[in-house]
């Protein structure tokens, strides 16, 4: 029960947190204004951007391939379990997706649970590490405002502290040798599995080409967004587009509801009006840029997410039955 009333915490927190920034975007806006701006949208060019930015999850799963070392799952199958763990995060609170698409990766790949959840964390600092210098590159040249140093203060923090966590399970590791913990209860192992994981060295190479495939996902958000700009009557540059791009995706680490309704739309506009662009545009550009990955990823990865649900216990079911027909040989030999 306490576990369950802070998570409730935590989801009021960030629905009340998605009402403010609704509030702050929409307050002085002329609705029929934004109605306007989005049914002159080019719809070819909003449904290219659909299609490109799908390019996304196929370098974020193909990253994580790399990054668990997990070569006897394809791409494709990487590919799916990330729209999975994107359409859960769409609708459940707590960035539930990314516990739910380790465990599939452990199921799939027959690896411990916290190994791949280690996994999980090393390939969301990629994420964190290449929109940060995404940042750090386009800011000076974009221009200053006090509320993007604060996004950017807050992703060299985020990048210090992964720095520490690596640090800390490396010293953790060698000081504490894992034969001595064998003997702790599942939660531990789990903890343990995780921490040898984020660890482990993972060589040169998979660092950069690691690296590289992040590049190549958030560039492809960039001209994404670029596609929906010109839908709606304006362009931006190929710096502009990477300021925003490292806005937008650093900032929805504020909390909010699931799917970052209200936090999305306050960054978007808030970081097309550094760049020159204001009014009602700029909301309609922050209600379509959600709208090309929320829909697909939701409807989807939900199926996605459902059927990696209940793929779990249909192997359990399948196990048992053969342990039963086999005189229940197989539970002695596990015990």
């Known amino acids: 029960m306490p576990s369950r009333a802070r998570g409730g915490a935590l989801l009021a927190v960030g629905i009340a947190s998605s009402m403010f920034f609704l509030w702050l975007v929409f307050r002085e806006a002329d609705l029929d204004a934004v109605w306007a701006a989005l049914r002159g949208a080019d719809i070819g060019l909003v449904v290219l951007a659909a299609v490109v930015i799908q390019v996304v999850y196929v370098a974020q799963g193909a990253r994580w391939r790399i990054i668990?070392?997990?070569?006897?799952?394809?791409?494709?199958?990487?590919?799916?379990?990330?729209?999975?763990?994107?359409?859960?995060?769409?609708?459940?609170?707590?960035?539930?997706?990314?516990?739910?698409?380790?465990?599939?990766?452990?199921?799939?790949?027959?690896?411990?649970?916290?190994?791949?959840?280690?996994?999980?964390?090393?390939?969301?600092a990629c994420d964190v590490i290449t929109l940060v210098v995404a940042l750090a590159v386009s800011l000076p040249i974009v221009g200053d405002a006090a509320w993007?140093?604060?996004?950017?203060?807050?992703?060299?923090?985020?990048?210090?502290?992964?720095?520490?966590?690596?640090?800390?399970?490396?010293?953790?590791?060698?000081?504490?040798?894992?034969?001595?913990?064998?003997?702790?209860?599942?939660?531990?192992?789990?903890?343990?599995?995780?921490?040898?994981?984020?660890?482990?060295?993972?060589?040169?190479?998979?660092?950069?080409?690691?690296?590289?495939?992040?590049?190549?996902?958030w560039g492809t958000w960039a001209i994404s967004a670029g596609l929906v700009c010109r839908s709606l009557g304006f362009t931006l540059s190929p710096i502009e587009l990477v300021f925003v791009t490292a806005v937008i995706n650093l900032g929805v680490v504020i909390p909010s509801s699931p799917g970052f309704v209200g936090t999305y739309q306050w960054l978007a506009v808030s970081a097309l009006g550094v760049v020159g662009v204001d009014g009602e545009v700029a909301i309609a550009f922050s209600i379509l840029m959600q709208a090309i990955w929320f829909i697909p990823t939701t409807i989807v990865g939900g199926v996605i997410a459902v059927r990696e649900v209940h793929r779990d216990p249909a192997r359990r079911g399948d196990h048992v039955a053969a342990e039963v027909g086999s005189g229940g040989q197989g539970v002695e030999e596990g015990l």
């Open 68 to 124: 668990a070392n997990t070569l006897e799952l394809t791409v494709k199958r990487f590919y799916a379990l990330v729209l999975g763990g994107v359409g859960a995060n769409n609708i459940l609170p707590l960035r539930i997706g990314d516990f739910l698409r380790a465990r599939w990766l452990a199921k799939a790949a027959a690896i411990p649970s916290g190994r791949a959840f280690g996994s999980v964390v090393r390939d969301r």
């Open 148 to 217: 993007v140093d604060r996004i950017a203060i807050g992703g060299i923090v985020l990048v210090a502290v992964i720095a520490l966590a690596i640090g800390g399970a490396v010293v953790y590791t060698r000081a504490r040798p894992r034969s001595r913990r064998e003997s702790r209860g599942t939660a531990r192992r789990l903890l343990r599995d995780t921490v040898d994981e984020v660890a482990s060295p993972i060589g040169r190479r998979r660092i950069v080409i690691a690296l590289a495939l992040s590049v190549v996902a």
